[in-house]
């Protein structure tokens, strides 16, 4: 039987190390947080593979600051989980920050005995 409040833990530092990644553009980071088949969709509406994503990160195309998640539920199924919640991300645009808040869904598969993200989708939001 899983232990659903120790899989919770796991996947919620994973989370946290997601955002940290993202926010410090760390791309070994991204490497070992993400499945080699991940689908990370953008609140715009692109859709990136993990090279893509990560080759954005690494050339600058993706800056973010600070990410805190405002309210978040994650559920999981065997080896999947999914978390639904919402974030407030700082974004920098030609060089000036600004805030959005993101309604964020996370799928987590669980590969190898490791939590790994397969799909992101995000959805801008009023402030």
Aim: aromatic share 4%; with cysteine; charged share 25%.
């Amino acid at each position: 039987m899983i232990d659903n409040v120790a899989e919770l833990k796991v996947i919620a530092a994973r989370e946290d190390a997601l955002h940290a990644a993202i926010t410090a553009s760390d791309c070994n980071a991204l490497e070992d947080i993400m499945s080699d088949d991940i689908t990370y969709i953008h609140s715009t509406g692109i859709a990136e593979t993990k090279a893509e994503n990560i080759a954005g990160q690494r050339h600058g195309v993706h800056k973010h600051g600070a990410i805190d998640t405002v309210s978040k539920n994650t559920q999981v199924s065997g080896d999947l989980a999914v978390t639904h919640g919402i974030i407030d991300m700082v974004d920098i645009a030609h060089g000036a920050p600004y805030t959005l808040r993101l309604l964020e869904t996370l799928v987590w598969i669980k590969e190898s005995g490791k939590w790994r993200l397969l799909i992101r989708q995000a959805t801008r939001q009023p402030l």
